[in-house]
């Protein structure tokens, strides 16, 4: 007899994972004949199981219940043997390795159950026990998702709304196949009265599941809504002990390309076609390519000759009084002239920026679109309390939800630009104006990325207003557990991506922003929460794009995201995810945690205050928590400094180099065997960075980790060192917008609901953010007793001539980096056979790391550097003037005339450069450089 398992149906624990195959979580003994499985399916819900357990049936009197006997496995393999279990078992592997077994529907050549017909039910399993009438042993709900799939999910053709080739109607698609019906509710206007008419969709017409409607041409420019009568897992009025019910719910439509303000209502309006949808020049819009000695031979931005900016829109000018009142915070603001954060951002892109990375720009929920609607508090108000007061944070936290700021990373509608950063949130005015930044940025010489979150979304259910794909399909875009609840991980209800529709929602919706608004990249929110298939269906999408037909150069495109592996899509558990092991050798980028652990200490989930090499690891111990003796400090110190070694060389796993014992080992075996510290397959597939708007900005946490006897002056030159090691590092170099001005945000740790207060800019250098008041407490409470003293202190708040300095310099950084293709190396062999680090082993002088690139033919490689034959980094974290003696570079330098980079200090002067005592110098092979100073040497040709 199989195991009794109860009768639970407010859990869906069973899992129908294709039309023929229903996976039940117990083992069932082929041998065991005392009893059958049926799958009960009712088309108004109502399922219960009796009190006397006697039958599953329905409380609905007018309900339609079918009965399947489902038949058992006949091996001992929990019937995963045969092909068709084999495929899903690959497709669902943690449905198997959880020991489910598979019940198979019955099929014959003349009876095959209607499964479409029933996937639009309640829908449950029970086992009964063959009792004389039968006695229900067991019953659960059932998980629909891979049947609806294998039935329904083959469709590749339009879907939302487009006008027709003739242009004389419009065509209105929606995949539904749970629905039992839909009506399309069509508005003359974005807001007000209720529909001019409701009209009926017809399913099928157009392919499996789809809904569709076809009408004149004059409903053009007009909105609509869906009218989905569907089952709904959540839908309230279900029986006691029983689960969801049959709802009416008023739905906008997942491919949405124009909406209404707040995303009330969808705009009916032909994106790609319709010339008043286009600022001028859009069409002939030529993007900028790579500039310097070395362009790519195939005139494309190669990934590694990118340097990414990760900015805000509002931030970016919200506060700045040189942007006209009506375009702060605007899509607006990047075309203004002569304003101080868009003369800002044109002399990085002057200096070497490539890429301005957006926070995200589609239409997000947390955020009223329209200014009426927004609540708002006086900076001038603000500015009256203490450094260190909570009055701040508490006006800040009492407007928060109902502001003008928000990061946004809580999607409603993927396909179309966030309506509050534009000046009017009804309508096509967004497309415009989003069209119109891409082409300002263009003409500053930027490319754009945007920030995708396809991991996520904001709202489920059948009722909430913000809640669209659960209400087309409930229970299907987003992964559930097995107790048939969604998985929220990742803060709000997980999507599914292995799922075939979810996945075509995600490509399609990439190409569109590819096609539609000239996109240059995209950077994936918890990628790792994706499945590495859809990631890579979605490159090979974007690949086949071209100038000539597309317009757009789709292999320009750079795709890369958080490639973060946990909780349920830990370890390839639902599927082999876009996880930073996983993503080697697909050119698909991945944050390098490893490098910003290194070089700032611990971990964003541990104490802020553990150092890392650059922080004061071993040389300078901030004495706020206990980090062992020196030796046991040493021994991480050392650790770290392997992190940084492989970051400086693209985080490789097949990079070669000395270990701290003196043994020659790759990348992936850095810091310990099998520790995949380094796991990229090329320098493309590295993204570099130290600090992003997660977490606090890198100012703020040297500050946190830094010896409070460390001046502000050495906590500045720390920024710049940290910048500096991401600008000549290979891969792919990532700046936090403001890191270059010594960004501050009060020592918020998570500012994404801050306000304007806490995150503002401030690119002339006038103000700065530090000691403005106690961070929210929401999120930084547990750290008020020890840094409301540090915000008490303003001395460690920098000077304009600081900020100042810092900007400079960053643009210094950026123009060696554009200065030389040895920077920017593009693949794995190049950098094994042209970078060395020097000043490793078990007799390293710690804190110093010299990575030397060659461009040397005696060397054995091609030259492709005009300028330099060979490249010195050299950086000195430590507080203490190093002169590195290594035979071994020795050997390598010698004959060689080392002198500073031309164009270091020439923008941003420092006296440490200045050859003499205690200056730079590379002499005899011996590279000598101050403390906290990152020194290149180069040999001309």
């Not at 006997?69 to 078992?89: E, F, H, N, Q």
């Not at 990061?407 to 966030?418: A, K, L, N, R, S």
């Not at 990742?490 to 490509?507: D, G, H």
């Not at 060389?649 to 992936?668: C, H, P, S, Y």
């Amino acid at each position: 007899m199989a195991r009794a398992w109860g009768c639970d149906l407010t859990k869906a624990r069973a899992v129908w994972l294709t039309r023929d195959i229903v996976a039940v979580p117990f083992h069932v003994d082929p041998e065991d004949l005392s009893g059958v499985f049926e799958l009960v399916a009712s088309d108004r819900a109502g399922l219960v199981v009796d009190d006397d357990h006697r039958s599953l049936r329905s409380v609905r009197g007018d309900a339609l219940v079918t009965r399947i006997r489902l038949i058992p496995p006949s091996d001992d393999a929990g019937g995963w043997t045969a092909p068709d279990a084999i495929a899903a078992g690959e497709k669902f592997p943690h449905v198997k390795h959880a020991g489910y077994c598979c019940l198979r529907l019955p099929t014959t050549p003349t009876s095959t159950p209607d499964v479409a017909r029933l996937l639009k039910s309640q829908i449950a399993v029970a086992k009964i026990e063959d009792y004389g009438d039968g006695y229900v042993n067991a019953a659960t709900s059932v998980q629909t998702h891979g049947a609806i799939d294998d039935v329904c999910g083959g469709y590749e053709g339009a879907l939302g709304c487009e006008l027709t080739k003739d242009m004389q109607s419009v065509m209105i698609r929606l995949w539904a196949p749970t629905a039992q019906s839909v009506r399309l509710r069509l508005f003359d206007d974005a807001r007000g009265d209720g529909p001019r008419e409701t009209i009926e969709m017809r399913e099928n017409f157009e392919g499996p599941g789809v809904w569709s409607v076809k009408g004149p041409r004059e409903w053009y420019g007009k909105y609509y809504q869906y009218e989905i009568v569907t089952y709904h897992q959540w839908g309230g009025g279900a029986p006691e002990g029983g689960m969801g019910n049959v709802t009416t719910s008023i739905a906008t439509d997942p491919y949405a390309r124009s909406l209404s303000s707040d995303g009330e209502r969808v705009h009916i309006v032909d994106v790609r076609n319709d010339p008043a949808l286009k600022p001028p020049g859009w069409d002939r819009l030529i993007k900028p390519y790579p500039t310097g000695p070395d362009p790519a031979p195939t005139g494309r931005y190669e990934p590694t000759d990118m340097a990414i900016y990760e900015l805000h829109v509002r931030d970016f000018s919200a506060l700045d009084e040189t942007v006209p009142e009506r375009l702060r915070g605007k899509y607006g603001a990047f075309g203004v002239q002569n304003a101080t954060c868009t003369n800002h951002l044109a002399s990085l892109a002057d200096a070497g920026l490539t890429h301005v990375h957006l926070l995200p720009t589609y239409d997000f929920g947390s955020v009223p679109e329209k200014p009426e609607w927004q609540e708002w508090v006086d900076p001038e108000y603000l500015a009256r309390f203490e450094s260190n007061s909570e009055e701040q944070q508490k006006a800040v936290a009492a407007v928060a939800n109902n502001d003008a700021f928000n990061w946004g990373y809580d999607p409603v509608h993927y396909g179309v630009p966030e309506g509050s950063y534009s000046t009017d949130p009804d309508g096509s005015a967004r497309i415009i104006e989003y069209r119109q930044m891409v082409s300002d940025l263009a003409r500053m010489n930027l490319r754009v990325v945007c920030d995708v979150v396809y991991n996520h979304t904001l709202s489920a259910g059948p009722e909430d207003r913000q809640s669209v794909l659960d209400k087309c399909v409930p229970g299907y875009y987003h992964r559930r557990n097995f107790d048939g609840n969604y998985e929220q991980s990742t803060c709000c209800n997980n999507t599914a991506s292995e799922n075939r529709m979810m996945e075509k929602l995600i490509v399609d919706d990439l190409v569109h922003w590819a096609k539609d608004y000239k996109v240059d990249g995209f950077r994936f929110d918890l990628m790792g929460h994706l499945m590495l298939r859809t990631v890579r269906r979605a490159r090979d999408a974007l690949d086949r794009l071209t100038l000539e037909r597309d317009g757009v150069d789709g292999k320009s495109i750079y795709m890369y995201g958080e490639g973060w592996d946990y909780a349920e899509v830990e370890r390839n558990r639902v599927g082999v995810n876009a996880s930073q092991k996983n993503l080697a050798g697909t050119g698909i980028g991945s944050f390098n945690d490893r490098l910003r652990e290194g070089v700032m200490g611990g971990s964003p989930f541990g104490d802020p205050r553990v150092q890392g090499v650059l922080t004061g690891l071993f040389f300078d111990p901030n004495g706020f928590i206990d980090q062992g003796p020196p030796e046991r400090q040493y021994e991480e110190l050392t650790k770290d400094s392997e992190k940084v070694i492989v970051a400086m060389a693209g985080n490789l796993a097949g990079f070669k180099f000395m270990n701290r014992e003196g043994f020659e080992t790759e990348g992936k075996h850095a810091c310990w065997f099998d520790s995949f510290v380094a796991y990229a397959g090329e320098p493309s597939e590295t993204v570099n960075y130290v600090s992003a708007h997660d977490n606090e900005t890198l100012f703020d946490g040297i500050t946190l980790r830094s010896n409070p006897d460390v001046p502000i002056g050495v906590r500045c030159r720390l920024n710049r060192v940290a910048m500096s090691i991401v600008a000549f590092s290979q891969g792919v170099p990532f700046f936090h917008a403001g890191d270059e001005i010594l960004r501050s945000k009060s020592l918020d740790r998570d500012s994404y609901n801050s306000g304007d207060w806490f995150n503002r800019l401030d690119y002339s250098g006038d103000t700065h953010n530090f000691g403005i008041g106690l961070p929210g407490r929401e999120k930084n409470g547990d750290r008020y007793p020890y840094i409301s003293h540090l915000l008490g202190d303003l001395s460690s708040r920098p000077s304009k001539e600081e900020i100042l300095r810092a900007s400079d310099h960053f643009r210094e950084c950026l123009a060696m980096r554009r200065s030389s293709p040895l920077f920017r190396l593009r693949a794995l062999d190049e950098i094994n056979r042209r970078c060395t680090h020097y000043n490793v082993g078990p007799l390293q002088q710690p804190g110093v790391f010299i990575l030397h690139i060659s461009d040397d033919p005696a060397d054995g490689v091609r030259e492709i550097c005009p300028h330099f034959k060979r490249v010195l980094v050299c950086v000195n974290v430590s507080p203490h003037t190093k002169p590195i003696v290594d035979e071994n570079l020795k050997v390598a330098l010698a004959g060689s005339e080392m002198m500073l980079h031309p164009l270091q200090g020439k923008v941003s002067p420092d006296a440490y450069l200045d050859p003499g005592p205690g200056g730079c110098a590379c002499e005899g092979g011996v590279p000598t450089v101050p403390p906290h100073t990152v020194a290149v040497f180069v040999e001309m040709r």
